[in-house]
């Protein structure tokens, strides 16, 4: 399985497109970024919002898997600094908030997916971004 | 003697004739005078009768004027009378009039007092009044029918900082911006108040939050109520009451933090172990034998036990708090029914349960939220799966009551509910002591859930139950508009 997915990024994608992790829970970003590693991304990782920012001033991703409640600048700051600065990587949003107004409030800024965490298979999520970048 | 008597007798009678001589002398001349007297007497009688006629002639005239005179004294007389009955009657009218001016006079006396003394409560009342105006919690103003403000109270100068003689004759809708909760200026068009005074609405609810500006251009969240004011069925201005809702505002950003908080604390270490055990299973750091993975696969399933009780108070918290955000529609609970029973097709099966559905037919689109109707069936219909032993029936219905309420309706050939468990069982965390050792993963959040939301959008949730038999669950939902989500379940 693992070995499969492996395959069809080696095949599919000539060029490893870069994904850019913004979390703060350092266990739940180092097993995204392992997940995402082994199906051929090209992954970086930080751990707030404002180095998220920082990052995306200097480089360009192909989707940011974004975290909501963070310290220094969080989630919603980051979305609403991507849409001040017209930066239009796309964003899914991986949350253990589940109130219909974050929800609302993130899809208003164009946020592509929004997950909650503790209710998702880390492989879905990994399917998702595959699905996504294809 | 003879001779000396006849001597005698001659001399007496010469002197007798003498005499008579004399005397007829006498007689004639008393005729003579006679005569001059009854001619004089005569004339006399002449110019009696002369003065005699005048007289009666004057008598005649006399009488003329007598009876002139007695006519005129009649009438005089009349004329008295009726003087008289006049004289009378303004005594009287006098006397009345005097009467009268007498009472006038106290009862203007009267009159004053009380012209006074109404004038003193009237100015009492209108003190009052003012100061109950002027006292109001709320921001108050009212504005004549072209929107000019006429009065604004205490109140309204402390929230909006204008003071009375500042803004008095002028535009509120100018004088005071309003703003949406996403910071958009409300246009004059848009204002209600421009819409009362227009006649296109009557009264405004308080159910649109917008933020008022204040006179340094601050601005504080607020709502209003706007109702037009009608005089002979004509639109004469408007009375605008605001309050300030900072505080509720506060309340309710606070409870949807706490949920924000629970969530993330709760749900953050429950991620972890989920995709820690998820890696291990599939392989991802290396191939793990038959027993590790069965042990792995325990501890998975404890930690989405886990993960579920969270949801599960979470939404109580939620469905407590009132801070359920989700939007009523019309909703077709036939379709939801069918496609809960079909998500729970696979748990059915398991335990070879036979399951049917009868709706009735014209079953209308309801007023809800979608999203807590179908927790609702969920529950229901799981505990039905749940408490059923196996090969066992459960009917699902939908139909119309008398007051066209949609009932849903779950029949089950399940355990029951115990009779002396009936008032505990919509409690919060309560489970009935005869299912507690069959099945290990209640909640005791189901029934409470669902009965806190069928009660919140106006329904009703009851049931009825036989132990060993099984039980009927029925849940009525009204059609029509349900009340506004946010009225806690109960006091917490």
Sequence with gaps: ?134 | MSTSNDKKTIATSASIARKLEVLAQEKETARQKLVVTAKKLAATAKENESIRRKLVETAKQLAVTAKEKEVARRKLVVTAKRLAVTAEEKESTRRKLVVTAKELKRLYGTLEKKVLRRTKDLEHIRSRNEAILTSIGDGLVVVDKEGKISYINKSFEEMLGWKTQEIIGKSMVEVVPREDLHGVEVSFKERILTQVLAGQKFVADLTNPFYYIRKDKSRFPASSIVAPVILNKKIVGAVEVFRDITKEKGIDKAKTEFVSLASHQLRTPLSTVNWYSEMLLTGDVGEISAEQKMYLEEIYKGNQRMVDLVNTLLDVSRIELGTFDGESKPTNIVGLVESVVDEQKLQVAEKKLKISCIFAVNIPLIQVDPKLLRMVIQNLLSNSIKYTPERGRIEVALLLDDKKNVIFKITDTGYGIPKNQYDKIFTKLFRADNVIGKDTEGTGLGLYIAKSIVEQSGGKLWFESEENKGSTFYASLQIGKPKKNGVPANGT
């Design chain 1, 1 to 134: 399985m693992v070995v499969g997915t492996r395959a069809f990024m080696i095949e599919h994608m000539k060029i490893a497109q870069k994904i850019l992790i913004i979390e703060d829970e350092k266990t739940l970003a180092r097993a995204l970024e392992l997940k995402l590693s082994l199906s051929g991304f090209v992954v970086k990782t930080v751990f707030n919002g404002e180095a998220g920012i920082a990052l995306l001033m200097k480089e360009s991703f192909s989707l940011i898997l974004l975290d909501l409640i963070m310290p220094k600048m969080d989630g919603f700051a980051v979305l609403t600094i991507l849409k001040e600065k017209n930066i239009q990587t796309p964003v899914m949003v991986l949350s253990n908030l589940s109130q219909e107004s974050d929800l609302r409030r993130t899809e208003e800024f164009g946020a592509k997916e929004f997950f909650i965490k503790s209710n998702t298979p880390i492989v879905t999520i990994v399917e998702r971004v595959i699905e996504l970048l294809k």
